[in-house]
Nanobody, 120 residues
Framework: QVQLVESGGGLVQPGGSLRLSCAAS????????MGWYRQAPGKQRELVAR???????VYADSVKGRFIISRDNAKNTVYLQMNSLKPDDTAVYYC??????????????WGQGTQVTVSS
């Protein structure tokens, strides 16, 4: 019914930048909060940033001042601009969306994840 597809991950050197994208498709009526989470090996999944439908944002302390989350409501897409990347940012990044379907049912949906590796 709903798919979230991430793109933009890869290998980057410390200090570099990457831009992640996540496009939602399917039987969507509306999308409330969208967010990015990450999970490093051996660690729990953690919030990186989230953005409301009115573009209010929340960031993890570890990425404040380096990452920027944004969204294009017309395209049902959320972005994560990651700057000044550090090796500690290495993780699988997951997109999340709180989505209401045309049927009226709402739920939280996840993308499949995209690997970000920061290494020299």
């Amino acid at each position: 019914q709903v798919q979230l597809v991430e793109s933009g991950g890869g290998l980057v050197q410390p200090g570099g930048s990457l831009r992640l994208s996540c496009a939602a498709s399917g039987s969507i009526f509306s999308i409330n909060t969208m967010g990015w989470y990450r999970q490093a090996p051996g660690k729990q999944r953690e919030l990186v940033a989230r953005i409301s439908s009115s573009s209010n944002t929340v960031y993890a302390d570890s990425v404040k001042g380096r990452f920027i989350i944004s969204r294009d409501n017309a395209k049902n897409t959320v972005y994560l601009q990651m700057n000044s990347l550090k090796p500690d940012d290495t993780a699988v990044y997951y997109c999340n969306g709180l989505i209401t379907l045309r049927s009226g049912v709402w739920d939280a949906y996840w993308g499949q994840g995209t690997q970000v590796t920061v290494s020299s």
